[in-house]
C-alpha cells in the first residue's frame, strides 16, 4: 500500500508559475500526474519513471510542465510554467507498478486527494 499527499497547489495569474509536490509512503516503479477539470474527464498531464527517470507528458504541457523526482524524500514534483486559464483543474498524482510508462489512469494503482490549481486570466 502506499499513501500518497500532493501539496503545492493555488491560486496564480495567467504566465505564472507553479510546483506540486506528491509525497509518497513507498516506492513504486512509475507516478504520474492528472488532473480534472470541472465537467471534463480526467487526464493525463505527465509521467516519470522511478528508476532510470524517464518522462512522458501530454501534448498540452509539453515544454511547459516538468516532472522530477527527489530519491531521498520519495517525493515527486511537477514544475509548472506559463500557466493558462485552461490548466485550472484538480491535480492528482498516482502510482503504480507497471515498468511502462501510462497514460490510461487504470495503469495505476494508487491515489492521492488532489490539490486545486487555478490559474486566472
Known amino acids: 500500500q502506499v499513501q500518497l499527499v500532493e501539496s503545492g497547489g493555488g491560486l496564480v495569474q495567467a504566465g505564472g508559475s507553479l510546483r506540486l509536490a506528491c509525497a509518497a509512503s513507498g516506492r513504486a516503479l512509475q507516478m504520474g500526474w492528472f488532473r480534472q477539470a470541472p465537467g471534463k474527464e480526467r487526464e493525463f498531464v505527465a509521467a516519470?519513471?522511478?528508476?532510470?527517470?524517464?518522462?512522458l507528458y501530454a501534448t498540452s504541457v509539453q515544454g511547459r510542465f516538468t516532472v522530477f523526482r527527489d530519491n531521498a524524500k520519495n517525493t515527486m514534483y511537477l514544475q509548472m510554467n506559463s500557466l493558462q486559464p485552461e490548466d485550472t483543474a484538480v491535480y492528482s498524482c498516482?502510482?503504480?507498478?507497471?515498468?511502462?510508462?501510462?497514460?490510461?489512469?487504470?495503469?495505476?494503482?494508487?491515489w492521492g486527494q488532489g490539490t486545486q490549481v487555478t490559474v486566472s486570466s
Open positions: 498516482a502510482a503504480g507498478n507497471s515498468p511502462i510508462l501510462g497514460v490510461v489512469g487504470t495503469k495505476y494503482d494508487y
Open positions: 516519470i519513471r522511478w528508476g532510470d527517470g524517464s518522462t
